[in-house]
């Protein structure tokens, strides 16, 4: 029985990264002896062991063979005669392939620590086109490091997407990659290399996005709600299609609701916000209003941060601090006093509109002759 850590510990160990965890692989061993020793069994589809002292994960040296459609279509060899470079050769990449030893001694048979030294997103083996998700995750790694994908490994994944096993994918697999990938420090990569290999135009046809902005807002180290709102302000060239398209892709890979409520409010309020900066009273609080500003000011805000990212001049951050005053001279109206006032129900609505306009209006003049 021989211990390898392996995987992407090893990896970050030589990028000099911090570890948040280590994976394990056990060489010559079986379920019955790792039991014995007190590891608790916690894998379904292989053999998986959780270390008794470190809970630590520890698998098994195994191959898989291909049985079915998508990711999840394998069958699993594991057994004491299972080598470790056989157990590294399904894994996905050169730089995620290496292993170390209990004694610190590398172990790299596919040449990873090459390709990490050069920058190189390269597959291990022809089973990489096994699993379509890896499609994903050659675009996430790009993202993560800015790394660039060895050409063959480029083709290998446009064939893939030729082949049709992308649409076997589970939705939420999809969103999980490409929320991992949006979140990284080098997002435009993600979609650089979805780009290149067919997958954007095949599987997100929707997206067009602005791989400037999605860099800004890294910069910025913006929330995942933010960058994925940026992918829907370029849908706003659509017209009135621009939202059932935004819905169409929201519904397809089950994008959770705290990202989906902000790219449809950016994108409805999209025309709002871009002329904010020379916007009268009126057009400030039908802004506000389109925004829910009033009753969820922390997505406003947000909202507006897009909308800076998506259009980065000068009229935008004027705009954005024109609204910010107008949301606060709103938010100083007393509603219930004018709906006391206002005699007639149906009246309130207009009545409070007319205190609103002009408190804004009050605040954005007092704001302006202070910025002179």
């Given at each position: 029985?021989?211990?390898?850590?392996?995987?992407?510990?090893?990896?970050?160990?030589?990028l000099g990264l911090p570890l948040a965890d280590r994976d394990w692989v056990v060489v010559g061993s079986t379920p019955e002896e790792m039991s014995a020793l007190g590891y608790k069994p916690v894998g379904r589809d292989f053999p998986v062991?959780?270390?008794?002292?470190?809970?630590?994960?520890?698998?098994?040296?195994?191959?898989?063979?291909?049985?079915?459609?998508?990711?999840?279509?394998?069958?699993?060899?594991?057994?004491?005669?299972?080598?470790?470079?056989?157990?590294?050769?399904?894994?996905?990449?050169?730089?995620?392939?290496?292993?170390?030893?209990?004694?610190?001694?590398?172990?790299?048979?596919?040449?990873?620590?090459?390709?990490?030294?050069?920058?190189?997103?390269?597959?291990?083996?022809?089973?990489?086109?096994?699993?379509?998700?890896?499609?994903?995750?050659?675009?996430?790694?790009?993202?993560?490091?800015?790394?660039?994908?060895?050409?063959?490994?480029?083709?290998?994944?446009?064939?893939?997407?030729?082949?049709?096993?992308?649409?076997?994918?589970?939705?939420?697999?999809?969103?999980?990659?490409?929320?991992?990938?949006?979140?990284?420090?080098?997002?435009?990569?993600?979609?650089?290399?979805?780009?290149?290999?067919?997958?954007?135009?095949?599987?997100?046809?929707?997206?067009?996005?602005?791989?400037?902005?999605?860099?800004?807002?890294?910069?910025?180290?913006?929330?995942?709600?933010?960058?994925?709102?940026?992918?829907?302000?370029?849908?706003?060239?659509?017209?009135?299609?621009?939202?059932?398209?935004?819905?169409?892709?929201?519904?397809?890979?089950?994008?959770?609701?705290?990202?989906?409520?902000?790219?449809?409010?950016?994108?409805?309020?999209?025309?709002?916000?871009?002329?904010?900066?020379?916007?009268?009273?009126?057009?400030?609080?039908?802004?506000?209003?389109?925004?829910?500003?009033?009753?969820?000011?922390?997505?406003?805000?947000?909202?507006?941060?897009?909308?800076?990212?998506?259009?980065?001049?000068?009229?935008?951050?004027?705009?954005?601090?024109?609204?910010?005053?107008?949301?606060?001279?709103?938010?100083?109206?007393?509603?219930?006093?004018?709906?006391?006032?206002?005699?007639?129900?149906?009246?309130?609505?207009?009545?409070?509109?007319?205190?609103?306009?002009?408190?804004?209006?009050?605040?954005?003049?007092?704001?302006?002759?202070?910025?002179?």
């Amino acid at each position: 029985m021989k211990v390898f850590v392996v995987g992407g510990a090893v990896r970050d160990e030589l990028l000099g990264l911090p570890l948040a965890d280590r994976d394990w692989v056990v060489v010559g061993s079986t379920p019955e002896e790792m039991s014995a020793l007190g590891y608790k069994p916690v894998g379904r589809d292989f053999p998986v062991f959780l270390h008794p002292v470190s809970h630590e994960e520890y698998a098994l040296a195994r191959t898989e063979r291909k049985s079915g459609r998508g990711y999840k279509g394998f069958m699993v060899y594991a057994a004491p005669d299972v080598t470790l470079e056989e157990d590294l050769r399904r894994r996905d990449l050169t730089i995620n392939a290496m292993a170390k030893d209990e004694a610190g001694n590398l172990v790299d048979p596919y040449g990873g620590a090459r390709d990490l030294k050069a920058g190189v997103l390269r597959h291990v083996s022809e089973a990489f086109a096994e699993d379509p998700l890896r499609i994903l995750r050659v675009a996430r790694f790009a993202a993560r490091f800015g790394f660039a994908v060895a050409p063959e490994t480029q083709a290998l994944m446009h064939a893939m997407v030729d082949s049709g096993e992308a649409e076997f994918l589970v939705p939420e697999r999809v969103w999980q990659e490409l929320a991992r990938g949006l979140a990284e420090p080098c997002p435009a990569r993600l979609f650089d290399v979805l780009d290149a290999c067919g997958y954007l135009r095949r599987h997100l046809p929707e997206l067009r996005p602005d791989l400037a902005a999605l860099q800004r807002a890294a910069q910025a180290n913006a929330a995942l709600a933010v960058r994925f709102a940026l992918l829907a302000w370029p849908l706003g060239a659509q017209g009135d299609k621009a939202e059932d398209a935004l819905q169409a892709l929201c519904d397809r890979i089950r994008v959770p609701s705290a990202s989906r409520e902000l790219a449809l409010a950016t994108l409805r309020c999209r025309p709002l916000l871009e002329g904010a900066a020379g916007a009268s009273p009126a057009q400030l609080l039908a802004a506000l209003k389109c925004a829910d500003a009033f009753r969820r000011p922390e997505r406003f805000e947000e909202m507006l941060q897009a909308a800076r990212l998506a259009v980065d001049d000068e009229s935008t951050f004027l705009g954005a601090d024109r609204l910010r005053h107008a949301l606060a001279a709103m938010q100083g109206v007393d509603a219930g006093a004018i709906a006391r006032a206002a005699g007639k129900p149906a009246d309130i609505p207009a009545k409070l509109d007319q205190a609103r306009e002009q408190a804004i209006a009050e605040r954005v003049k007092t704001w302006q002759r202070a910025a002179r």
